[in-house]
């Protein structure tokens, strides 16, 4: 069952919150030791105890009395949070994030922690703390990330909605690699924590992840809306209302390879064509577009305002050298980096990034939605770090491989990841659907209606769970 279909059987009397939670614990206990997506899992007596509660309590709102887990690199009060850190690891959160909170007052049963890389850098979940998570279509690949517990949670029933974080590519690359949808909301829809620097770190937002388009909605309604400790955020249209409106007749334009700058490994290209082929069976028009910038400039843009920001949020750890060592090499060498940059270099960064931003404006004038691969290989080998090539094209740096997201991350646009298929491998595949700022709910529009058509997630279940 979907998160609104369990839901609606929750608030009938035909589903209660304590045969739901029998029933995840069951699925955890039967999947997760291969796929390792669930950390931190919480006393299964308490967490019964608390569905019982919630079977006599009045509704709090659409999730109460759901089981749902919350990546770990946000704060949910009780559990650890150790954001694949050994310096972190065991460390009981106080309080909720914003974010969390939300989610629990809609009624949410938090039971754990989804799986992420170290600090969340890198679109592979790994960490020395809870280990490498595998992706359920084949357990010796990657799950992507860094919401890759999250993603292969959702491939496998363990959960019906999720929680993740994108600044590059973390919500759309595990997504694409699970077959499931993962959403990056348009910048500043989700509210940050308020805390620390509030202004200068334009990069990462949370967003939903689920297995239908409708769930996604829902959850991102949840999420969303401004705090008034957070000063960039902003008050967005509920997305659930209109869902099942199918649009017609939408102008999409195919960015392909950006004129050669992306290298994809073989079949990438084909299922992501085939998917907007059927897009154009749905009625919508698509058009195969030329590079619209320069992506080299593009990529210094992006290399320069991550490092600015994890050295603005990592820093301090590196400066302590007892702990210095506890970082993982990307992670220093992305600090080292945002500490030797000037404040010019980081304004010539941001201005390549206005610039981006306003060629953009312009093709929307003429687009509705623009198209890229989610990643630009199927999932690697999980006892890899990273990929060192693609195609043949050597890779310069630890994410240089997701190259691909960054068009969207770099200026905060709406990007929906949805299935697009599978290689002859037997590997999923996603297609990122942009659209202009603000347009979330037009993109989960048109995400549903590929849904309505496609189901590619109950089509095609993960292999591990074959043995069920």
Not at 88 to 103: E, I
Not at 150 to 171: F, K, T
Not at 259 to 283: H, K, N, R, S, T
């Amino acid at each position: 069952m979907d998160a609104r279909a369990q839901s609606a059987a929750l608030e009938n009397g035909d589903l209660s919150s304590l045969e739901l939670m029998d029933t995840t614990l069951a699925r955890i206990a039967a999947v997760n030791g291969d796929v390792n997506a669930i950390v931190s899992l919480r006393d299964e007596d308490a967490l019964r105890s608390e569905a019982r509660a919630a079977d006599a309590a009045p509704r709090k709102g659409w999730l109460h009395g759901m089981p749902i887990a919350i990546k770990d690199l946000a704060n949910a009060k009780g559990l650890p949070t150790s954001m694949g850190s050994p310096m972190f690891a065991g460390q009981v959160a106080g309080a909720d994030d914003l974010m969390v909170a939300r989610l629990r007052a809609a009624g949410a049963i938090i039971i754990g922690k989804t799986n992420t890389p170290e600090f969340g850098l890198g679109s592979h979940t790994f960490n020395p703390v809870h280990g490498a998570t595998r992706n359920p279509y084949d357990l010796g690949k990657s799950s992507g990330g860094s919401s890759g517990g999250a993603a292969a949670a959702l491939a496998c029933g363990m959960l019906s909605v999720a929680d993740g974080s994108d600044m590059m590519g973390s919500l759309r690359n595990p997504a694409g690699w699970n077959n499931v949808y993962g959403m990056r909301p348009t910048w500043g829809t989700v509210p940050n924590e308020p805390e620390g620097e509030m202004f200068l770190h334009q990069l990462a937002t949370s967003g939903p992840m689920a297995r239908t388009p409708s769930d996604l909605a829902a959850l991102l309604d949840t999420m969303t809306g401004a705090d008034p400790r957070e000063p960039l955020g902003r008050d967005a249209p509920d997305t659930l209302t209109e869902i099942d409106a199918a649009p017609a007749g939408l102008r999409i334009g195919w960015l392909g390879d950006w004129d050669g700058a992306f290298p994809y490994e073989d079949g990438i290209a084909a299922v992501c064509e085939a998917a907007l082929q059927q897009m154009e069976g749905l009625g919508h028009h698509v058009e195969a577009l030329a590079a619209p910038f320069d992506a080299d400039a593009m990529w210094q843009s992006w290399v320069d305002l991550r490092s600015f920001s994890v050295a603005g949020g990592l820093g301090a750890i590196y400066a302590q050298e007892d702990k210095r060592d506890f970082l993982k090499p990307a992670a220093q060498w992305e600090i080292v980096r945002g500490l030797e940059m000037s404040a010019m270099e980081v304004h010539r960064a941001s201005m390549i990034r206005s610039d981006w931003f306003r060629t953009a404006a312009q093709l929307f004038e003429k687009m509705d939605v623009l198209a890229l691969p989610s990643a630009q290989l199927w999932p690697f080998d999980v006892d890899w770090t990273y990929p060192e090539n693609i195609a043949g094209q050597s890779m310069d740096t630890y994410h240089r491989w997701m190259q691909v997201v960054v068009p969207a991350g770099l200026i905060g646009l709406p990007v929906v990841n949805v299935p697009a298929g599978f290689g002859e491998n037997g590997l999923p595949a996603g297609i990122q659907l942009i659209g202009r700022r603000g347009s979330d709910e037009a993109l989960l529009r048109l995400a549903q209606q590929w849904h309505d058509a496609t189901d590619w997630p109950r089509a095609r279940p993960p292999a591990v769970l074959d043995a069920l």
